[in-house]
C-alpha cells in the first residue's frame, strides 16, 4: 500500500505558526494582566500549565492533521517529526518575541526578573542582606546574551515538542500494514 502524498510542509507550517502566535498572545495576556512578573508560585505554575496546554493542543492537532492526511496511518517517528517542527516554528516566534519584548517593549525586564528572583529568595531561606546582594550580583554578572536567550528558548521547544509529540505518536499511532 502506497503512502498517499501528504503535504507535511503545509501541516507544520500552518500549527506552528498558529502556536507561535497564540503562545505570543498568552504572553502578552500575562503582560497585560501583570502577571509576567509574578513572585507567587502558585500562579507560576498555573501558568506554566497552561503555557504546556496551549503547546499539547497545536501538536496534538498538527499530528492529526498529519494522520488525516496520511490515510489514517502514523508511525511515532512520523509524530516526533511534526511535533518537533511545529514546536520549533513555534520557539523561533516565542523567540523573537521574548527578543523584542526584552530590548524595545520592556527594556527592564530582566531587571523585574531579578527583582522577583530576589523576593522568592529571601522568602524562601534565611539569607542575610549580604548573601541576597551577592546572589543578585551573580545574576547580574550571568545574564544571559540575546543569542542565548534567542536560542535556548528554540532548544526547550524542540525538547517540549519531542516530549509532547512522542507520547502523542505513541498514543495515536496506527502502523501502515507491510505489503505481501
Sequence with gaps: METKNVNFLSIVLKNGLLL????????VVLYVTDLLYTDSTLMGILTWLVATAISVVFIIM???QYKKANEGFLSIGEAIKVGVLVAVIAGVIGAIYQVIYATIIDPDYYDKVVEVAMKK??????FNEE???EFQDKMYANKPSIVSSFSTSIIFSAIGGLIISAIVGAVKKKEQ???L
Design 20 to 27: 507561535g502566535l497564540a503562545s505570543v498572545a498568552f504572553n
Design 62 to 64: 498538527a499530528i492529526e
Design 121 to 126: 529568595m529571601s522568602a524562601m531561606a534565611n
Design 131 to 133: 548573601q541576597l546582594e
Design 177 to 179: 500494514p507491510m505489503p
